[in-house]
Nanobody, 120 residues
Framework: QVQLVESGGGLVQAGGSLRLACAAS????????MGWYRQAPGKQRELVAV???????NYGDSVKGRFTISTDSAKKTVYLQMNNLKPEDTAVYYC??????????????WGQGTQVTVSS
């Protein structure tokens, strides 16, 4: 099995910054993709940012220029630096990863979610 442990959520004022971290552990042979999604109340889960093992990144349109995704491959950890936060960024942020496990095949896993609240 694979576990994802998220940290760094909290309450911040508009214009402020937060940094999320997500550490993967377990029966991982290699990590293909790591990323972040978010879900606000009454809305569908949406892409925030993803990064591949090769370093390619993709961002949701609403966060481009404000959020930066990065990884520490040795620590199997993905980070999300969030700057100039807006009230509409308020959501539960979920870590996501697609990995190759020791059991073979590629599987996708989700973290438990961390709350980010931006006050106006």
């Amino acid at each position: 099995q694979v576990q994802l442990v998220e940290s760094g959520g909290g309450l911040v004022q508009a214009g402020g910054s937060l940094r999320l971290a997500c550490a993967a552990s377990g029966s991982i042979v290699s990590i293909n993709v790591m990323g972040w999604y978010r879900q606000a109340p009454g809305k569908q889960r949406e892409l925030v940012a993803v990064i591949t093992s090769g370093g390619s990144t993709n961002y949701g349109d609403s966060v481009k220029g404000r959020f930066t995704i990065s990884t520490d491959s040795a620590k199997k950890t993905v980070y999300l630096q969030m700057n100039n936060l807006k009230p509409e960024d308020t959501a539960v942020y979920y870590c996501n990863t697609n990995v190759m496990t020791i059991f073979g095949g590629r599987n996708t896993y989700w973290g438990q979610g961390t709350q980010v609240t931006v006050s106006s």
